[in-house]
């Protein structure tokens, strides 16, 4: 089975700061994906990757950016976060989308 | 654009009860559908997938159809246990890109 790993788990961030959310996959998919879940919302695409080097943006890009330097690792990166960024965050990978734990962040 | 639509918010049940869920579906195209399940604090986990060559999927006593004339796409399950309680969605493929999930069912089941 796929494992997705996500760090940190927990994040409490202040308004403007910068923060970076990790994922990484060890079953060598190509495909890796950053999502959002909101109360009302379900799962919202933020940023996907075909490979290393390559980003999309999702649904909802505005306000993040991402990287994916490697196979394994894809990071969501919060220049200058804002309280309504507080959400949860999900990785996923695989065209099937396994998804990590998930990262709680909260932007006070 | 691709969407999908869950209309029941919250379901609340006893062990036993029959389960139904009900989901619709607009796109243009004939796609692959799944039923991912999330339970509290994990990350949603594919449950059912559904292509339009099978038309149903059966997983773990889950029953999902598959109807192309009214673009549904309901899970059921006969008789659930206090252990099914957690969050469903329904989940369009849009071939090659990601997927777009519906806002969720929040099952409860009581003992």
């Known amino acids: 089975e796929a494992a997705v790993t996500q760090s940190p788990r927990n994040k409490v961030a202040v308004t403007g700061g910068k923060v970076t959310l990790s994922c990484n996959q060890t079953n060598n998919h190509n495909n890796m994906y950053w999502y959002r879940q909101d109360t009302g919302h379900g799962l919202r695409l933020i940023h996907y990757?075909?490979?290393?080097?390559?980003?999309e943006k999702g649904d909802i890009p505005d306000g993040y950016k991402a990287s994916r330097p490697s196979q394994e690792n894809f990071s969501l990166i919060l220049e200058l976060a804002t309280p309504s960024q507080t959400s949860v965050y999900f990785c996923a990978s695989g065209d099937e989308q396994y998804f990590g734990p998930g990262t709680r962040l909260t932007v006070l | 654009g691709d969407s999908v639509t869950q209309m029941q918010g919250q379901v609340t049940l006893s062990e036993d009860d029959f389960l139904f869920i009900n989901c619709t579906y607009s796109?243009?195209?004939?796609?692959?559908l799944f039923w991912y399940v999330q339970y509290p604090g994990e990350g949603p986990q594919l449950l059912l997938k559904v292509t339009t060559a099978n038309n149903k999927g059966i997983s773990r006593g889950f029953e999902a159809t598959y109807d192309k004339g009214t673009t549904s796409f309901h899970l059921q399950k006969a008789s659930v246990q206090e252990s099914d309680s957690a969050v469903y969605y329904c989940?369009?493929?849009?071939?090659?890109?990601?997927?777009?999930f519906g806002t969720g069912t929040t099952v409860s089941v009581s003992p």
């Open positions: 990757s075909y490979g290393a080097g390559s980003t």
């Open positions: 989940v369009l493929d849009q071939g090659g890109r990601a997927l777009i």
């Open positions: 796109t243009t195209w004939y796609p692959t």
